[in-house]
Nanobody, 117 residues
Framework: QAQLAESGGGLVQSGGSLRLSCVAP????????LAWYRQAPGKERDFVAS???????HYSGSVQGRFTISVDKDKNTVHLQMDSLEPEDTAVYYC???????????WGQGTQVTVSS
């Protein structure tokens, strides 16, 4: 059941940029972890990027150097800036929050990103 609110997906040409946004509970920004995953048609859901409450970031090898995850704690929002997009980036992108106290793991409803060649 989706409990995060995502926005920002769409259609873009290869080489273009998009920025995804996700509003999450405040506790995700103070004690938890926020992440983006994606799922292409016929494939499993894969990790894209994450950021901890302490500000540490981690990226999958396929997006390293092209995507940037960031947070706006005043707006309880996590962003995924996607640059130099490739057709292989086409997928439904999901926001994820791992909150330890009280223990919750939340998913967004997903937003479609389509990159045309």
């Amino acid at each position: 059941q989706a409990q995060l609110a995502e926005s920002g997906g769409g259609l873009v040409q290869s080489g273009g940029s998009l920025r995804l946004s996700c509003v999450a509970p405040k506790s995700a920004f103070t004690v938890g972890l926020l992440a983006w995953y994606r799922q292409a048609p016929g494939k499993e859901r894969d990790f894209v990027a994450s950021v901890t409450s302490g500000g540490s970031t981690h990226y999958s090898g396929s997006v390293q150097g092209r995507f940037t995850i960031s947070v706006d704690k005043d707006k309880n929002t996590v962003h995924l800036q996607m640059d130099s997009l490739e057709p292989e980036d086409t997928a439904v992108y999901y926001c994820f929050a791992d909150i330890p106290f009280p223990r919750r793991m939340l998913w967004g409803q997903g937003t479609q990103v389509t990159v045309s060649s």
